[in-house]
């Protein structure tokens, strides 16, 4: 790709960030109770009250970071401070040790509590990136609180104070999840960056989710990354939870794992990046739907029918994460392929998820790459997070693709 190529590239992520930013803006902060509401239909219409935590301490993450790549903006840093005062007033499980609720009302009322560790990811990474705009530092303190929290919960070094247990009777089947050291390496990354005074800790934890990642779940022998195995790295073949392949979570994976490397440098550094492209390899190939383009939600390794009813739609952020990471080996290595995949998947973004006339892009694809009816742009799970960090992200490294 020339450099107007490039350009006009970048030109239209800008345009799309801009109408991104906009349209939560205008349609999902909440003016009376405070925080984020993310069901939003295609217009920006509300139908759904309730709140997500995720999403609170998302979309602070989001515009704190939105500030600290442009500069600060009032409006900006209103919105992260709006949802970062909700989440400490009314997403804290005081009877809970601290843990974060999955649920709220849209006055902060509690409805749901997951053992997962993810909306206590989101509440570290939202007031470290809001710390690292504002210098506030009870800020950083929350974060590094819920960080420890976090590593504690995940390596068992403390029991969940919710009570919830695991999932799955651990008598009969033991697992671990791809999910768990991959999200934590990326928390883990962002609070290196605003707390580099602490950078030892990270970088060890770091090491520690990179191992786990290569030890347990990246399989040459299946030329993929499992979802789920057992405790010491089992494959589940009999069932269809050990055979579950996530394309979009494996590559988003793979630029966490490019992250960690660049900051490492050196010959480990590059051994652990050819990793992470092979991750990315792997994905793309068993992910990309090559009758109607786009990458499917879920595959099974060996080729049997996946259970989850949703698997063969198409998702956001499975394509914003590919679009980081394939720019991302680009960047890195200079290899056409890569560029070459970046391109595809952003005239596909073009084409089935971008809305010229509302901004924010659709979330939910069906296979042919018609929007869900009615179609949406925000729900519990989507909110101003993949698509606005995808574009900063690509904003940034087209950046330096023109500069060098």
Same mark, same amino acid.
Not at 4 to 33: P, Q, Y
Not at 34 to 48: A, E, I, K, M, P
Not at 50 to 72: E, I
Not at 323 to 346: C, H, K, P
């Given at each position: 790709?020339?450099?107007?190529?490039? =350009?006009?590239?970048?030109?239209?992520?800008?345009?799309?960030?801009?109408? !991104?930013?906009?349209?939560? +803006? =205008?349609?999902?902060?909440?003016?009376?109770?405070?925080?984020?509401?993310? !069901?939003?239909?295609?217009?920006?219409?509300?139908?759904?009250?309730?709140?997500?935590?995720?999403?609170?301490?998302?979309?602070?993450?989001?515009?704190?970071?939105? !500030?600290?790549?442009?500069?600060?903006?009032?409006?900006?840093?209103?919105?992260?401070?709006?949802?970062?005062?909700?989440?400490?007033?009314?997403?804290?499980?005081?009877?809970?040790?601290?843990?974060?609720?999955?649920?709220?009302?849209?006055? #902060?009322?509690?409805?749901?509590?997951?053992?997962? !560790?993810?909306?206590?990811?989101?509440?570290?990474?939202?007031? #470290?990136?809001?710390?690292?705009?504002?210098?506030?530092?009870?800020?950083?303190?929350?974060?590094?609180?819920?960080?420890?929290?976090?590593?504690?919960?995940?390596?068992?070094?403390?029991?969940?104070?919710?009570?919830?247990?695991?999932?799955?009777?651990?008598?009969?089947?033991?697992?671990?999840?791809l999910g768990e050291p991959m999200i934590f390496l990326n928390i883990?990354?962002?609070?290196?960056?605003?707390?580099?005074?602490?950078?030892?800790?990270?970088?060890?934890?770091?090491?520690? @989710?990179?191992?786990?990642?290569?030890?347990?779940?990246?399989?040459?022998? +299946?030329?993929?990354?499992?979802?789920?195995?057992?405790?010491?790295?089992?494959?589940?073949?009999?069932?269809?939870?050990?055979?579950?392949?996530?394309?979009?979570?494996?590559?988003? @994976?793979?630029?966490?794992?490019?992250?960690?490397?660049?900051?490492?440098?050196?010959?480990?550094?590059?051994?652990?990046?050819?990793?992470?492209?092979?991750?990315?390899?792997?994905?793309?190939? #068993?992910?990309?739907?090559?009758?109607?383009?786009?990458?499917?939600?879920?595959?099974?390794?060996?080729?049997?029918?996946?259970?989850?009813?949703?698997?063969?739609?198409?998702?956001?952020?499975?394509?914003?994460?590919?679009?980081?990471?394939?720019?991302?080996?680009?960047?890195?290595?200079?290899?056409?392929?890569?560029?070459?995949?970046?391109?595809?998947?952003?005239?596909?973004?073009?084409?089935?998820?971008?809305?010229?006339?509302?901004?924010?892009?659709? #979330?939910?694809?069906?296979?042919?790459?018609?929007?869900?009816?009615?179609?949406? =742009?925000?729900?519990?799970?989507?909110?101003?997070?993949?698509?606005?960090?995808? +574009?900063?992200?690509?904003?940034?490294?087209?950046?330096?693709?023109?500069?060098?």
């Amino acid at each position: 790709m020339d450099k107007t190529d490039l =350009k006009a590239t970048r030109d239209w992520v800008r345009s799309e960030l801009d109408a !991104c930013v906009d349209f939560w +803006l =205008k349609n999902g902060i909440d003016r009376k109770h405070g925080g984020v509401y993310t !069901c939003l239909d295609r217009t920006g219409r509300l139908y759904s009250t309730d709140k997500s935590v995720w999403m609170q301490g998302r979309c602070a993450w989001t515009f704190s970071y939105l !500030c600290s790549v442009y500069g600060k903006r009032p409006e900006w840093l209103e919105a992260a401070r709006s949802c970062l005062d909700f989440l400490e007033d009314h997403c804290i499980n005081h009877r809970a040790g601290g843990r974060l609720y999955f649920q709220v009302t849209e006055d #902060g009322k509690p409805l749901r509590q997951r053992r997962y !560790c993810f909306s206590e990811g989101f509440y570290a990474i939202a007031n #470290g990136e809001y710390y690292g705009v504002t210098g506030e530092k009870e800020h950083l303190e929350r974060a590094r609180r819920a960080y420890r929290m976090i590593y504690e919960l995940n390596n068992g070094l403390i029991a969940d104070p919710t009570g919830m247990g695991p999932k799955v009777e651990p008598e009969t089947r033991q697992g671990r999840g791809l999910g768990e050291p991959m999200i934590f390496l990326n928390i883990t990354s962002v609070m290196r960056r605003i707390d580099p005074d602490n950078a030892a800790e990270y970088d060890r934890h770091a090491a520690e @989710c990179v191992d786990v990642i290569f030890t347990y779940h990246m399989r040459e022998d +299946l030329q993929c990354t499992l979802e789920t195995v057992g405790r010491k790295g089992e494959f589940w073949k009999e069932v269809t939870a050990g055979r579950v392949v996530n394309p979009g979570h494996d590559i988003e @994976c793979s630029w966490f794992l490019m992250e960690y490397a660049n900051h490492l440098g050196g010959a480990e550094g590059r051994a652990i990046h050819d990793k992470a492209i092979t991750i990315f390899d792997w994905a793309a190939r #068993g992910g990309w739907d090559n009758e109607y383009q786009g990458l499917l939600y879920f595959t099974d390794c060996l080729g049997n029918p996946p259970e989850a009813y949703e698997h063969d739609m198409k998702l956001w952020w499975p394509h914003n994460e590919m679009l980081i990471a394939s720019l991302m080996i680009y960047r890195d290595t200079g290899r056409q392929e890569y560029l070459d995949w970046f391109n595809r998947v952003v005239e596909y973004c073009k084409e089935y998820f971008c809305d010229p006339e509302y901004g924010e892009w659709y #979330g939910y694809l069906r296979r042919d790459g018609k929007p869900t009816m009615p179609s949406t =742009k925000g729900s519990t799970f989507k909110g101003p997070f993949h698509v606005p960090r995808c +574009l900063i992200m690509l904003d940034t490294m087209l950046g330096q693709l023109l500069e060098g």
